[in-house]
């Protein structure tokens, strides 16, 4: 009985996995449609019908391509540091709560927290064991990016998790039945989506990626598949965290089509901030981490503490 529990659990975490890959496919599609339209032109349409089959072509073009590896290089951290970024992408999406059978766990919100900072190792290591001076400025810009964002991510998250006293991501659907988190508490929910686009690396803070100073930064020296593999890890992070922004302050009930009509508009809005607004020069970016998130996300942190040791208190 226990090994076929473990052989459901493996196979409904497979298929989950497998409808991501499927989710981030027709992403990256959507984003370069969006795209397209904004720029006033019509992105892919030529690879099968209205250019649907694109990003499977796209993925075979990529890993049938030529690796070339740095003659300096340190192979086999070169090597697994991409692989490593795209599982601990997939790990995230193991606390998607089932009620039927999964990892429905109840320190969901403690492992997102614990698995989303492994991802830092990844970028370092991808950047330093190219041995590239290139590679190794992009990878330390955005370790200290992410590292930035994660502070004043895990905050904002922890003043939330204060109202609601659990830190399983269950808890959040049964305290928003009658008014959302985000009606209640917009700033702070403004404050998790910018996070949030500064902890995927995404516009106007993807300055991993800035092809105008760095040459690509971390990923320069990665080709065909490990360049691929670096390109996979994005897409599942922007869905989780559209995912976990549904949960958390817009009332994410999964049993229901509104919660994926809710997903696909907030993953809209990282392709939305993509095609419209400019990159942040990296000074500005920091200072607007530790000058302006930071203390005003302690502030949050401490009113909400505060606030629940004055309703505990009344309780008694």
Same mark, same amino acid.
């Given at each position: 009985?226990?090994?076929?529990?473990?052989?459901?659990?493996?196979?409904?975490?497979?298929?989950? /996995?497998?409808?991501?890959?499927?989710? #981030?496919?027709?992403?990256?599609?959507?984003?370069?449609?969006?795209?397209?339209?904004?720029?006033?032109?019509?992105?892919?349409?030529?690879?099968?019908?209205?250019?649907? /089959?694109?990003?499977?072509?796209?993925?075979?073009?990529?890993?049938? &391509?030529?690796?070339?590896?740095?003659?300096?290089?340190?192979?086999?951290? @070169?090597?697994?540091?991409?692989?490593? =970024?795209?599982?601990?992408?997939?790990?995230?999406?193991?606390? #998607?709560?089932?009620?039927?059978? =999964?990892?429905?766990? =109840?320190?969901?919100?403690? @492992?997102?927290?614990?698995?989303?900072?492994?991802?830092?190792?990844?970028?370092?290591?991808?950047?330093?064991?190219?041995?590239?001076?290139?590679?190794?400025?992009?990878?330390?810009?955005?370790?200290?990016?992410?590292?930035? @964002?994660?502070?004043?991510?895990?905050?904002?998250?922890?003043?939330?998790?204060?109202?609601?006293?659990? /830190?399983?991501?269950?808890? %959040?659907?049964? %305290?928003?039945?009658?008014?959302?988190?985000?009606?209640?508490?917009?700033?702070?929910?403004?404050?998790?989506?910018?996070?949030?686009?500064?902890?995927?690396?995404?516009?106007?803070?993807?300055?991993?990626?800035?092809?105008?100073?760095?040459?690509? *930064?971390?990923?320069?020296?990665?080709?065909?598949?490990?360049?691929?593999?670096?390109?996979?890890?994005?897409?599942?992070?922007?869905?989780?965290?559209?995912?976990?922004?549904?949960?958390?302050?817009?009332?994410?009930?999964?049993?229901?089509?509104?919660?994926?009509? &809710?997903? *696909?508009?907030?993953?809209?809005?990282?392709?939305?901030?993509?095609?419209?607004?400019?990159?942040?020069?990296?000074?500005?970016?920091?200072?607007?981490?530790?000058?302006?998130?930071?203390?005003?996300?302690?502030?949050?942190?401490?009113?909400?503490?505060?606030?629940?040791?004055?309703?505990?208190?009344?309780?008694?």
């Amino acid at each position: 009985m226990y090994f076929l529990d473990l052989l459901l659990i493996f196979l409904t975490s497979l298929i989950l /996995i497998v409808c991501v890959m499927v989710g #981030m496919a027709f992403l990256t599609l959507l984003e370069r449609k969006v795209l397209g339209y904004i720029q006033i032109r019509k992105g892919p349409n030529k690879v099968g019908y209205i250019g649907l /089959i694109q990003p499977f072509s796209d993925v075979i073009k990529l890993f049938s &391509k030529e690796q070339t590896t740095p003659y300096m290089s340190n192979f086999n951290l @070169y090597y697994a540091s991409p692989i490593l =970024n795209l599982f601990l992408a997939f790990f995230l999406w193991l606390l #998607m709560p089932f009620i039927t059978v =999964n990892f429905s766990f =109840n320190f969901s919100l403690l @492992y997102f927290l614990s698995v989303s900072s492994l991802g830092v190792y990844t970028v370092m290591l991808a950047g330093w064991s190219s041995n590239s001076n290139y590679s190794l400025l992009g990878s330390l810009r955005s370790v200290a990016q992410t590292i930035s @964002y994660e502070v004043s991510l895990a905050l904002i998250l922890i003043s939330f998790l204060f109202l609601v006293l659990s /830190i399983s991501i269950l808890d %959040f659907m049964k %305290f928003q039945d009658y008014v959302w988190f985000l009606f209640l508490f917009t700033p702070l929910c403004f404050m998790w989506i910018v996070s949030s686009l500064a902890e995927t690396n995404r516009t106007p803070f993807d300055f991993a990626e800035g092809e105008s100073e760095l040459v690509s *930064g971390f990923n320069v020296e990665y080709s065909s598949g490990g360049f691929a593999l670096i390109f996979m890890a994005e897409y599942p992070s922007i869905l989780f965290m559209s995912m976990l922004s549904v949960m958390i302050f817009a009332s994410g009930s999964f049993l229901s089509l509104l919660f994926f009509i &809710k997903l *696909g508009l907030i993953s809209f809005l990282w392709i939305w901030a993509r095609g419209t607004l400019p990159r942040f020069r990296y000074d500005k970016l920091m200072y607007l981490s530790w000058k302006s998130y930071l203390p005003i996300s302690l502030n949050y942190l401490f009113f909400f503490f505060g606030l629940s040791c004055v309703l505990f208190t009344f309780s008694i």
